[in-house]
């Protein structure tokens, strides 16, 4: 079987020299298509024996859903009284943080920006 004929604008005694590399892929491609149906096989066998050999977990989950509290009740309008608990005044402003530095010692190191220097 010489399907592996003259492809190319060669002449045909250069031509044959490549006959070798044809018929080498040409292998290569049988066997990798060899190898990909005995994969998929495989898979198949491995997917269904899966499928079939491991039982289904039977718990339900919704026999403590409680559908009751599910239905939207209706929006309810809310009072600036009503969210701040009955109290209308408004909340104290905090007072100023103290400093435990006095006002002649040093700041601890990194909390204050460092001296410029002169040359």
Known sequence: MNDFSNFTSLPPDQERGFVV???RTAEAQQKAFTVAIVS??????????IYLGVAP???????DMNMSNLTRAPAQTATPA???????????TPAPAATDTPAGSAAPAGSAAPAPTTP
Do not use: F, H, M, R
């Not at 998929?40 to 491995?46: M, R, S």
């Open 40 to 49: 998929a096989i495989a898979v198949l066998v491995l997917a269904l024996g």
């Open 82 to 92: 009503s969210i701040s608990g009955g109290n209308s005044a408004p909340a104290p």
């Open 57 to 63: 977990d039977d718990t339900d989950i919704s026999k």
């Open 21 to 23: 590399y044809e018929q």
